[in-house]
T-cell receptor, first 117, second 114 residues
């Protein structure tokens, strides 16, 4: 079964510092996609970054990068130069085919990030 | 495209009443997901559809919950009868049926059952 684990319920970081949010996953499918979403206090789910299981290089999107370690089944999100607006809940998610053969999107429990001035 | 559209944004209802949540996915997407979000359980997948066909409804908590997708542009999630423990934010998301494209979420429906 597909599973996403985020072990950090909350993280604190000072403005302008970098922060790493942890994510490990479990799947037996060779083809899968890993995603990070941001959910600010307003409640919407905002897509941040994607990493494919066959991608050789780590994904980057502006200040976001994904530290993909396939052998360890980890997909940590790195936010560089944190900003006050980065304070939000962050979810790691995985698309994988599963038993049905149809891709379903499984989420972790999330990590609450608070950025202080 | 306007994105995934959910209605209503907020719903307050009395215990025992029927509640219907609505979702319009992004045109062209062939997968649709319903999630429930609570503080205790996080984001739970309730059901997902592919090409309007329910693929997996194992996340639907009870027989009081039902979901339909009569066509590619519309889906409903119905709770009958509603109970206070159903209070949550319900999200609809749509995507292409592939592992390498993101799912797009609606704004969610905040349901309160009193």
């Amino acid at each position: 079964a597909q599973k996403i684990t985020q072990t950090q319920p909350g993280m604190f970081v000072q403005e302008k510092e970098a922060v790493t949010l942890d994510c490990t996953y479990d799947t037996s499918d060779p083809s899968y996609g890993l995603f990070w979403y941001k959910q600010p206090s307003s409640g919407e789910m905002i897509f941040l970054i994607y990493q494919g299981s066959y991608d050789q290089q780590n994904a980057t999107e502006g200040r976001y990068s994904l530290n993909f370690q396939k052998a360890r089944k980890s997909a940590n999100l790195v936010i560089s130069a944190s900003q006050l607006g980065d304070s939000a809940m962050y979810f790691c998610a995985m698309f994988s085919p599963g038993n049905s053969g149809y891709s379903t999107l499984t989420f972790g429990k999330g990590t609450m990030l608070l950025v202080s001035p | 495209d306007a994105g995934v559209i959910q209605s209503p944004r907020h719903e307050v209802t009395e215990m025992g009443q029927e509640v219907t949540l609505r979702c319009k996915p992004i045109s062209g997407h062939n997968s649709l997901f319903w999630y429930r979000q609570t503080m205790m359980r996080g984001l739970e997948l309730l059901i997902y559809f592919n090409n309007n066909v329910p693929i997996d409804d194992s996340g639907m908590p009870e027989d009081r919950f039902s979901a339909k997708m009569p066509n590619a542009s519309f889906s409903t999630l119905k709770i009958q009868p509603s109970e206070p423990r159903d209070s949550a934010v319900y999200f609809c998301a749509s995507s292409f049926q592939t592992v390498n494209t993101e799912a797009f979420f609606g704004q969610g429906t905040r349901l309160t059952v009193v």
